[in-house]
């Protein structure tokens, strides 16, 4: 999505969060990786700029095409994770690094291995590329299978013959997919305890800062949860997945739950890592509906992530977050000091096999680890094009997935005792890019006599301020058109915002009729006339409750609309109500253009 496109959709957002601000004003232990949701890998919702964000049962929608396997090769051990360095990946197994050549996507072959003292039944591994080198954290998945944390380094200097650098013992436990900043690896870690090895008993999770500038001696400079409840296994809470926010800002997924219940909300912690050895948790976010969350993947100020409502299960041997449904959740990120919720969507799916997470095209986002009411492993995509109103689509998969990464058109996985192995992504579109426009003009077209109640309707004035400060002015231009039975041009196109904000704020409703086609067609003769920048994308936001009552017709506004689109003018709808309009629906240029704003 580009920066204007944004803009406009700020604008919707905006009057959500108005909408909803109105009405809110006045012994001994086993311990076990608890890994069981796929990381990509006020108090009920803290710092929420839309308070108003709704859940949604929307069921997916099923996939009518597998995801097509291209090649695949077998591994010595389990793969867990990998890199990629051109034609080569270097797939971290549970004993060895395999060095896969990936030249002929239909036919990998593993030219070569490497061994780490570490590496041994390691099925908690996570490696990547930082500095010429490969950087692998590396664990047992349970203390009973064996107690052997720690960082290894290859030098890459020979790419098909890593060489081990240093093999370097860490004192926690159970790690997530790494972040990288600079020499720094900030590790995810979370586990859970289990007494006499058959009664769950604890959750704990942390966020590490490693220091990498010498990877024969890694130092440890911090750890993101205080108090430590556990010196090696952290905080009290659970930890799931971290994902870099922001330069010195990391988002950690996980939930508020202690000891050995599922009595808490999955949640989203901010944490500021400006001085790694002093970590901040400077904010969290609460995601309604969930027991546990993961950190979420992010494509410019938007993020997506997955939880479930179900948390843990009390089992030593069960997948320990295989209860409940996957919930998924959009954020805005706009201000990612201060994430808020777009949207919540409960699905029918459960958490399944494995994980791995993924973006895998513009606003499209895969998760492994998710499986169907049948039990079926499946790829679940979630389009976020228009994030208040996610679209999601299943694929199902042959085998379950430990990690994935897409470049272009092509999807790399690890898949356990499968190997590795390279597929097709279905439904990515190869054509050319989205061009963005250079400016915006855009005309405000706004119901003054529509029936909004006047908290409201202060409340859709300050969202209106809003969004003109999110423009780039100039060359951005707005103006004003407002509307009963009439129409009134306000304010023409200008790069002046604070000329426009003044108008928008001396705005006062009056006497409920409307005539909507009224407005269009103000507007349109504005943005097709000599004030027009002829390079800009000409937008009007029409803002209304969709009582047509002054129309002189039933077909009157319908044809301002088609008009107005016809002149190549992009029509987005907002429409105050309880329920649906089809004459709001119709005049939006898209699906994707209305919206409904419950107050």
Known sequence: MTSHRRAVLAAILWFQASIAIAQTAPGKHAAVSGYGVPPPRSSAVANSKH????????????????????????????????ALNGNLAYVCDDNEVSVVDTTNPQSPQVVATALSGLFQQASDTHCALLRGALSVFSDQGSTLVGNTPGYSAFDLTNPLQPQLIAATPLDKRFFGPPVYIGNIAYVPTESNTFFLGFQWDGEFGDLLAVD?????NPVLDGTAEQPQADPVYGGATPVIGATQAATSLIYLGGGTATGGGNDGLGRLQVVDVTNPAAMQIAGQLLIPGTVLFNA??????????????????????????????????????????SPAIFSITLTNYSVGLGGGASQIGPALFGFAGVQDSGGNQVLLVVDATNPITPVLTTYPLTQPFTSMQAVGT????????GGFGIYSIPGISTGPPYVCPVSIDTVLVIDRGANIQSQAFVGTQTALVSFLGSLRSPPDQAGVVTFTNTAVLDQTLTTNESQVTTVVQGILPAAPSSYIGSGIATAQRELAGPRHNPSATPVMIVISDGADLGAPNSGATLAAAAAAKAAGIEIISVQYGTAPGTLMQSIASSNTNYYLVSP
């Open 212 to 216: 990498l500038t010498n990877f024969a």
């Open 296 to 337: 979420p993947l992010i494509q410019g100020t938007v993020g997506v992530g997955i939880g479930n409502t179900g948390g843990y299960v009390g089992s030593l041997t069960a997948n320990p977050a295989t209860q409940g449904n996957i919930v998924v959740t959009t954020f805005d990120l706009t201000d990612p000091r």
């Open 51 to 82: 308070p108003g964000a709704r859940a949604t049962g929307l069921r997916p929608r099923g996939g009518g095409s597998s995801v097509t396997l291209l090649g695949s090769v077998a591994t010595a051990s389990p793969a867990e994770s990998f």
């Open 410 to 417: 092509t999807l790399y996985a690890t898949l356990g005792s």
